[in-house]
């Protein structure tokens, strides 16, 4: 691999800030099951301006990330891994909600169940893994901030 020297672009940071800070937005699940479970399926069943504006921006980026995967492939960090499996499964996601895939709209529905015994333990785990994405985000900045003294050095 000479002459592939690794990389972390400008928006990669910002890319997993934004996911971590989007999936850590489920606190308010925690708070106050009732208007969060509204709010979202309210989004979802519209299908609306807001609908269309969320699930774009989720869709621009997850193809952006496979994308720079795919563009990196000879020199990429294993963190790189996020954009196939993450990306792919976002991608998944927002694809059977706009089809209505029946199965699917069952996994929701039991999701945003209010009642259920393990809303807690399933909004938890999208609020730790948005925390664990956050942290990637903030350390990729960093390790980009530094790269980029390191280069004006040289």
Partial sequence: MIGMEKHIHAWEP???????LFHM?????LLDRSSYASFWMGIMDDKGWPY??????LAGLCVL??????RERKANYLWRWIYI????????????IATGLSFW????????????SYWNYIW????????????LGVRLLLDRRNMK???RTL
């Fill in 14 to 20: 910002w890319f997993f800030i934004f996911f971590g």
């Fill in 25 to 29: 937005h489920r606190i308010w699940a």
């Fill in 52 to 57: 269309f504006l969320i699930m774009g921006i």
């Fill in 65 to 70: 990330g496979i994308v720079t995967f795919i």
């Fill in 85 to 96: 499996f993450g990306g792919g499964y976002v991608l998944f996601d927002l694809f059977a």
């Fill in 105 to 116: 709209q069952k996994l929701l529905d039991f999701m945003f169940d209010t009642s259920s």
């Fill in 124 to 135: 938890s785990f999208f609020i730790l893994l948005g925390t664990v994405v956050f942290i």
């Fill in 149 to 151: 003294a390191e280069e």
